[in-house]
């Protein structure tokens, strides 16, 4: 199982970013997907995730409005579009994909793969 994460870098404040999470190794249709982030000295907080069959979830209230998540069953790939990013954004961020399949999961002990993470830095 892999999951390889790309796309983070570094950006000044109200400019945009667009992370992706590509996997190979499992059933990437029957899994939800999820983006994480880890700010220095913070713990690992849920951002968003996205149903096996598609449904968004944005579920931190300081992104909502700025972030998307979307998936394509073509590509194996989940991808969190960030807009309007402030300095409070800077972490790492990670894509996991659920444990069980076909369940809607948010909290980071139900996923069972992980990628790499992928620093992005939002200059003021």
């Known amino acids: 199982v892999q999951l390889q994460a790309s796309g983070g870098g570094l950006v000044q404040a109200g400019g945009s970013l667009t992370l992706s999470c590509t996997a190979s190794?499992?059933?990437?249709?029957?899994?939800?997907m999820g983006w994480f982030r880890q700010a220095p000295g913070k713990e690992r907080e849920f951002v968003a995730g996205?149903?096996?069959?598609?449904?968004?979830?944005v579920s931190l209230d300081s992104v909502k409005g700025r972030f998307s998540v979307s998936r394509s069953r073509a590509r194996n790939t989940m991808y969190l579009q960030m807009n309007s990013l402030r300095p409070e954004d800077t972490a790492v961020y990670y894509c996991?994909?659920?444990?069980?399949?076909?369940?809607?999961?948010?909290?980071?002990?139900?996923?069972?793969?992980w990628g790499q993470g992928t620093q992005v830095t939002v200059s003021s």
């Open positions: 996991a994909a659920s444990s069980r399949s076909f369940y809607f999961e948010r909290t980071p002990g139900h996923f069972g793969s």
């Open positions: 190794g499992i059933n990437f249709d029957e899994k939800s």
């Open positions: 996205i149903t096996y069959t598609g449904r968004p979830t």
